[in-house]
């Protein structure tokens, strides 16, 4: 057995020295050291010896391993450097070469404007209003009943709103003003809150008008709230979004919610008021319609008109930004082209 260990000593030695690579080093080692192994078969005989010759053969099957792993760690360490150097060589750089440009992601201009028409009306003391009182997917009760539509208004017609298959009165929301409604219901006054958010409407798609666009619904409802301070609002709203004093007109208008009832226009930043395709020459861009609103809905949500009173406002997402940016096409939102993008 003595010289069965020096024989497997040496012809171990010998193939750890002629090692090419790391990958033979490690199958040396588990031909030889591993449970397995030729060694370890070895040392299952001992048992089989004389009392007097286990200890001798015992400490020599320990030096046998001692040996070979102590050369096998030489090895791996040699290896491991020649590997190292082979690696650096092939893939070395000119670390003076200038790097490779990664452009920075951009927020979207649509939500660049949403958070700054937030912002300002943050400053006039308006919040937000809470997520859950906006579903996106409404009820025909919140989108135009409590609003004040009449059974018959156009604007429940399958023409004009997306009805969904799962029930004949639920809707993708054609206006924000549904989180006006659900507020005043779990909630008494008084209210200053704005609400961002998409909204559907079953729109022919052209330069101006999209079948997907955003608003922002606010209103107030206090004690001796009046159409003063709904224009006042509004005009500081202007002034603080464009920069500057941009020329702005309000016109009667109707809503079934709001009596009375204004559209506000600002001349329009592409054509300076002379008329172009985006304002359909017209020279003024609506951007929002308000109003004081009606006290039928005040009931709605058990307010008392008597008592309270308020205004209420939406406003078109794009229009803003195709004003503030002087933007002619409203698709170019939606298109996901980053020449345009990347502008913002």
């Not at 001796?224 to 007109?249: A, I, Y």
Request: some cysteine.
């Amino acid at each position: 057995m003595k010289a069965k260990l020096e024989q497997l000593k040496n012809q171990a030695l010998e193939e750890i020295n002629n090692a090419a690579d790391l990958k033979e080093l490690q199958e040396i080692r588990i031909k030889y050291l591993s449970r397995k192994g030729e060694l370890n078969t070895i040392r299952r005989g001992v048992k089989d010896l004389s009392p007097e010759e286990r200890p001798i053969i015992g400490e020599i099957a320990n030096k046998t391993a001692e040996e070979i792993e102590n050369s096998l760690e030489q090895k791996h360490e040699i290896l491991y450097k020649q590997n190292l150097s082979e690696k650096l060589e092939s893939e070395k750089i000119d670390v003076t070469l200038p790097g490779d440009f990664i452009p920075y992601g951009k927020q979207h201009p649509l939500t660049l404007t949403i958070n700054e028409i937030v912002s300002i009306f943050h400053m006039m003391g308006f919040s937000l209003i809470k997520e859950e009182n906006s579903p996106e997917v409404e009820t025909e009760y919140y989108n135009f009943d409590a609003l004040n539509f009449p059974p018959d208004h156009p604007a429940k017609d399958m023409q004009d709103t997306f009805y969904t298959i799962n029930a004949s009165n639920l809707l993708l929301r054609s206006q924000t003003s549904n989180s006006q409604i659900r507020t005043m219901e779990k909630s008494a006054p008084p209210f200053r809150v704005i609400s961002p958010g998409r909204v559907y409407r079953s729109e022919a798609v052209s330069s101006r008008k999209n079948n997907l666009f955003h608003q922002v619904e606010g209103f107030m409802v206090d004690e001796h709230v009046t159409f003063g301070d709904l224009k006042g609002v509004l005009n500081k709203f202007t002034e603080e979004f464009f920069g500057q004093v941009r020329p702005t007109r309000f016109r009667t208008s109707f809503f079934p919610f709001t009596e009375p009832s204004v559209e506000i226009d600002v001349q329009c930043i592409i054509c300076a008021g002379k008329g172009c395709r985006t304002c359909s020459q017209s020279g003024w861009l609506e951007i929002l319609g308000a109003g004081m609103i009606d006290p039928n809905v005040l009931r709605n949500v058990n307010i008392d008109p008597d008592k309270y009173s308020g205004f209420a406002f939406g406003m078109g997402v794009e229009r803003l930004a195709m004003l503030k940016y002087a933007i002619n096409d409203i698709r170019l939102f939606f298109n996901n082209d980053v020449r345009f993008l990347e502008q913002f």
